[in-house]
């Protein structure tokens, strides 16, 4: 196998097979070039990751649920059926 940056990017993203990821593994094992360029993606990746990271709201699972609980949710005003035969659907 020869130096192949995609299959670096690949790798560092776990989206190689088995059979690939082994030939990929030995390469980068002999291969100084692209050991630099695994160690150049992996801090992008990193940094990247660490820049655009934003935390869920606390608590965003439970306010979330609890929009969309039965206990919340209102009908209209005389019930559906009448709902809907006031906007002409019954």
Partial sequence: MGCNPELISAFLDSELDSIILTEVMD????CDACGR?????ATVKSVVADRFFLPDPE????????????DHMESPSGGMIAFL??????
């Avoid at 035969?85 to 019954?90: N, R, T």
């Fill in 37 to 41: 360029t695994l160690d150049k993606l």
């Fill in 85 to 90: 035969k006031k906007i002409g659907i019954s």
């Fill in 59 to 70: 608590d965003l699972t439970g306010s979330v649920m609890s929009a969309i609980s039965n």
């Fill in 27 to 30: 390469h980068l094992l002999r």
